[in-house]
């Protein structure tokens, strides 16, 4: 398995990867599960939005398996966001988030980073699950944060 930061020629990839949110609807409203397109993403690779960096990763035939980014808007002040991690269905429970996250977490000391955060849902019970076993703690509740629908916010200091 390879973790890395996302390129351009990547795009396609995260496509097909956040097509994963779909397995989601009836759960989540309409608009936080449906999935980034290229028109989308470019955006975050062509120079025009830099608050993005995209980590993907990969099988060892190159097949991608998991993808988030991380929200680096919050850099200056030593903070950085998680955000839209997801793992495709065949390679959940393989370790695939977990080398994600332990790549968030070289960036973050690569740059200074003192905390970590990010919103998830109240049903999204692995997510919740996942981030607490990492160190995250529940830091409250933002109400009508997306879609009229609250949402969980997390924190790890480092």
Do not use: H
Not at 55 to 68: R, V, Y
Not at 86 to 113: H, M, P
């Amino acid at each position: 398995m390879q973790i890395r930061f996302a390129t351009k020629n990547d795009i396609n990839d995260l496509v097909l990867i956040y097509q994963g949110w779909a397995e989601f609807k009836g759960i989540l409203p309409d608009q936080l599960v449906e999935p980034d397109t290229r028109d989308d993403l470019i955006q975050y690779f062509d120079g025009s939005n830099r608050s993005r960096k995209y980590l993907l990763a990969t099988d060892d035939d190159n097949l991608p398996m998991g993808a988030c980014y991380i929200d680096i808007t919050f850099l200056i002040l030593n903070n950085i966001r998680i955000g839209d991690m997801i793992v495709k269905k065949d390679f959940r429970n393989q370790g695939v988030g977990s080398a994600i996250f332990d790549k968030i977490l070289k960036y973050a000391r690569e740059n200074n980073v003192k905390k970590i955060w990010l919103w998830t849902q109240e049903e999204l019970e692995s997510a919740k699950k996942f981030y607490t076993i990492k160190g995250f703690i529940l830091e409250g509740k933002q109400k009508n944060q997306f879609c009229n629908k609250d949402a969980l916010l997390f924190g790890l200091i480092l």
